[in-house]
């Protein structure tokens, strides 16, 4: 099992800033390659960013793109999203996700390719 805490989330005005975290504990973080998702009222859950086990790969949504940067430090066991520029259609919940891999590359943009899931914390942009 992992474990994963998400925090940072909060009330921003829009064009503003937040930094995500998501704790991870339990079974070897380096094993999973990590990935942020979203879901809005009304919305289904969506795809925001993902970063391979070595962070060596990245992918975002068309929508985040060159505003958001996911990042990692593997000796924090802690994944990361920076989220620039923000904007009232940022507004949701933000999941932090984790797919266990042997591939040290790569990333997934599908839900169901995640096998655990953090509770999710609140961004909420005003406008």
């Known amino acids: 099992q992992v474990q994963l805490v998400e925090s940072g989330g909060g009330l921003v005005q829009a064009g503003g800033s937040l930094r995500l975290s998501c704790a991870a504990s339990g079974r070897t973080f380096t094993n999973h390659a990590m990935g942020w998702f979203r879901q809005a009222p009304g919305k289904e859950r969506e795809f925001v960013a993902a970063i391979s086990r070595g962070s060596g790969d990245t992918a975002y949504a068309n929508s985040v793109e060159g505003r958001f940067t996911i990042s990692r430090d593997n000796a924090k066991t802690t994944v990361y999203l920076q989220m620039n520029g923000l904007t009232p259609e940022d507004t949701a919940v933000y999941y932090c996700?984790?797919?266990?891999?042997?591939?040290?590359?790569?990333?997934?943009?599908?839900?169901?390719?995640?096998?655990?899931w953090g509770q999710g914390t609140q961004v909420t942009v005003s406008s």
């Open positions: 996700a984790a797919r266990y891999t042997t591939d040290y590359g790569g990333t997934s943009r599908s839900d169901s390719s995640y096998d655990y």
